[in-house]
C-alpha cells in the first residue's frame, strides 16, 4: 500500500498582489507528488485556516512579500491552535529578515524559506517533517 499523497495548502496572506513565486513552489510540490491547494490571492488568516481545515492538510505554505508577516503569522498560529490542528506544519516563504526569523519559529513555524532556495530543499523538508498518521500494529 502507497503512502497517501502529502496534502499542501499554498497561501498569499494580505495584501501582496505577487504571486508568481506562490505558483512556482505549488507546482514542484505537486511534480513532487504532493497535493496542493492554492488559495489565491488576499487570503486574510482566517480565510487560511479555514481552508486548511476543510481541506484536512498536514503542511500550510504562506508566501508573504509584503512584510506583514510578523501580524499575520502569529494570528495564524493561534487560529491553528485553536482548532485544534498543532499536527499541521507551517512554512513561511518570501522576504523575511533574518532579525525576524527567530520570532516566527517561536510562534510555531516549521522553517522559513528565504529567496533563492532551492526546491528540493523545500520538499525534502515536509517530506522529512510531516507528521504520517500512524498504523496501528496487529497482533
Known amino acids: 500500500m502507497s503512502d497517501p ?3 499542501v495548502l499554498v497561501a498569499k496572506p494580505g495584501l501582496d498582489g505577487h504571486d508568481r513565486g506562490a505558483k512556482v513552489i505549488a507546482r514542484a510540490l505537486r511534480d513532487a507528488g504532493m497535493e496542493v491547494i492554492y488559495t489565491g490571492l488576499r ?3 482566517e480565510m487560511i485556516v479555514n481552508a486548511a481545515l476543510q481541506e484536512d492538510v498536514k503542511v ?3 508566501s508573504i512579500l509584503s512584510g506583514a508577516h510578523n501580524a499575520i503569522v502569529p494570528r495564524v498560529m493561534d487560529l491553528l491552535r485553536q482548532n485544534k490542528m498543532d499536527d499541521v506544519l507551517v512554512l ?3 522576504i523575511i529578515p533574518d532579525q525576524d526569523i527567530d520570532g516566527l519559529k517561536k510562534a510555531g513555524v516549521a522553517a522559513i524559506f ?3 532556495t ?3 530543499e523545500i520538499v ?3 517530506r522529512t517533517n510531516v507528521k504520517r498518521p500512524s498504523v496501528p500494529t496487529v497482533g
Open 114 to 116: 528565504q529567496p533563492g
Open 92 to 94: 513561511v516563504g518570501g
Open 43 to 45: 487570503q486574510t488568516p
Open 60 to 62: 500550510i505554505g504562506l
Open 5 to 7: 499523497k502529502i496534502r
Open 118 to 120: 532551492a526546491m528540493d
Open 124 to 126: 525534502q523538508f515536509i
